[in-house]
Nanobody, 124 residues
Framework: QVQLVESGGGSVQIGDSLRLSCVAS????????VGWFRQAPGSEREVVAG????????PYADSAKGRFTITRDNAKNTVNLQMNSLKVEATAVYYC?????????????????WGQGTQVTVTS
């Protein structure tokens, strides 16, 4: 089990960028796959991006392709999500999640550990 803490959210305007960070506790973090998910009010939680424990990126959600980049630094127990050219539709609470497997599934139900979330608000 790992504890996850997200940061980096905020209120920005259309076209701006944000970098979200997920910092994990525990020496076993490098053995975990990590996913970034988001949930807007009234909507289901959806995947944004995922990265395996060996650094391979699973296919981005269509909403993230070409604008978002997920990276990890196992030495720092950190997974980052760089979000560029933000749109209003990106407004949501963003969560990172971890599972003790290599593959970063696109389904939230396969993740065991979750952070508390960080709010991202994009306005026009």
């Amino acid at each position: 089990q790992v504890q996850l803490v997200e940061s980096g959210g905020g209120s920005v305007q259309i076209g701006d960028s944000l970098r979200l960070s997920c910092v994990a506790s525990g020496r076993t973090f490098p053995t975990y796959a990590v996913g970034w998910f988001r949930q807007a009010p009234g909507s289901e939680r959806e995947v944004v991006a995922g990265i395996s424990r060996d650094g391979r990126v699973t296919p981005y959600a269509d909403s993230a392709k070409g604008r978002f980049t997920i990276t990890r630094d196992n030495a720092k127990n950190t997974v980052n999500l760089q979000m560029n050219s933000l749109k209003v539709e990106a407004t949501a609470v963003y969560y990172c999640a971890a599972r003790p497997q290599n593959y970063a599934s696109n389904s939230a139900r396969y993740y065991d550990d979750w952070g508390q979330g960080t709010q991202v608000t994009v306005t026009s």
